[in-house]
């Protein structure tokens, strides 16, 4: 449990390494890993480490320096793993599919040639 008395979202636990998956960004707030349901070839969810806000609305109003930082990671991981070009979709709320209420960025984006997830 936390401090707050719920019980960490899944990005939490795959942030503090109790979870695993293939981490391909990490900064001191944000980290970026392969989604475990791939539906594009470079699928990858980026997300802060802490989970205060559910959305990206709560994000941009909550803490706009950190959703800059969040897009500035999802460049740097389309410049690596693809061709530099990416679609970012923030699923907001469960009627969208929204499933993590722990904000978080799709970053969908073509396969480069060499590129590698690991
Ligand atoms: P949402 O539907 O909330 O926008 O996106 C949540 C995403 O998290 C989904 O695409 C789902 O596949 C991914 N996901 C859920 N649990 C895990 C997990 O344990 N590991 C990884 N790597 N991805 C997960």
Redesign the pocket.
Known sequence: MSSTGQEPS?FTR?AARE?P??IVAETERIIA?????P?APVHV?ITPKTSEYSNVVELAAGDPGLLTELIEVADAVAARLSNGQFRLVF?TGASV????FHV?A?LLAPQAAGGTLG
């Not at 890993?33 to 349901?37: H, V």
């Not at 599919?97 to 993590?100: E, L």
């Open positions: 899944i795959i979870v998956a293939t890993f392969t989604d475990i349901a539906q969810v699923n599919g929204q499933t993590v978080h799709h």
